[in-house]
């Protein structure tokens, strides 16, 4: 079992970090997962399972049994990849303000560790993982609905699933498609939908919608990419702590499993409360035709 945060203060610090934990992974829904809070060592492995399309009906004759395979294969995933970020606050800054300062900086620090893992997994997608892109090179502001649709060919062209597509685009690609005229007349009934307000684009032409703006800049030139989770799988665990700590536990979504580590102690010397958010996971290319890519000029 994982060690399990006590301290009442910071349980409420390790809750309110946990949206934008979240938020920032949104997009690893795109993916073939294996999240949980188990306590896990660098370098073990996780079994992930990656689901494609089943086998087809078979007319009965006498048994359920006959042609009972789907396509389902077990990605073993190393958790070869650990990152953290450390905040600090001293006593002095923690009492003369109303505002929780410790708990704005873990939540800051929060999100930069998801940013920072989200563009470490995105970085696999490249031309010797997954081929040539979906369609040729675009620039964002020639990035419309009819290009989408051109994906969305690709995708079938690729016998990649139609169910549980996802389409992850690059922010300015995306703030072009909120203006085509056929994504923003889709939002007039109500006027107040999402993609007015919000600017979010939930679903288009069949596929789950994710906006980012932390692609690799690794000399791909990628800009987005559609994915069915067959195309990648992807590992998280809890790193158990060493050594000993003021408090230290896994803080988990129950839901998907997104897991991070927090680790609070004290420098008695300088009167300063650390507090370490951290996060092990690893993660593989799986089918090829599972992930299509989008490139820039």
């Known amino acids: 079992m994982p ?35 188990e306590p896990a060592d660098k370098l073990d492995t996780v079994r992930v399972p990656v689901v494609g399309a089943p086998s087809q009906s078979s007319d009965f004759v006498d048994s359920y049994t006959g042609n009972p ?35 704005t900086l873990v939540s800051s620090a929060v999100k930069q560790l998801a940013t920072d893992v989200l563009q470490d997994i995105f970085s696999t997608i490249t031309a010797a993982n997954f081929g040539n892109p979906a369609i040729p090179a675009v620039a964002a502001a020639n990035f419309d609905y009819k290009k989408v649709l051109a994906i969305r060919g690709a995708c079938s062209n690729a016998k990649m699933p139609v169910t549980d597509r996802g389409l992850v685009l690059d922010g300015a690609y995306y703030t072009n498609l909120l203006g085509d005229d056929v994504v923003a ?13 919000e600017a979010q684009i939930r679903r288009l032409a069949g596929f789950d919608m994710y906006e980012t703006v932390i692609l690799p800049d690794n000399g791909e030139k990628l800009v987005g990419f559609a994915s069915h989770p067959s195309g990648m799988a992807v590992a998280m665990r809890y ?36 507090v370490t958010v951290e996060c092990l996971y690893g993660f593989m290319p799986a089918v090829a035709n599972g992930i299509q890519r989008i490139v820039q000029p």
């Open 69 to 103: 395979d789907s396509t389902v294969t077990v990605i073993p995933v190393q958790l070869n990849r650990h990152k953290f970020k450390t905040i600090h606050v001293t006593a002095r800054e923690a009492s003369e303000t109303a505002l929780n300062v410790l708990e």
């Open 185 to 197: 007349k889709s939002f007039i009934q109500p006027v107040a939908q999402p993609g007015v307000v």
């Open 239 to 274: 790193l158990p702590p060493v050594a000993d700590y003021d408090e230290s536990g896994a803080v988990t979504d129950p839901e998907t499993g997104l897991t991070f580590g927090y680790l609070r102690f004290t420098e008695i010397q300088s009167n300063r409360i650390f």
């Open 3 to 37: 060690n399990t945060l006590t301290n009442v203060n910071d349980i409420k610090v390790a809750q309110t970090a946990l949206q934008p934990w979240m938020a920032a992974l949104l997009p690893l829904r795109a993916f073939s997962t294996n999240f949980s809070p």
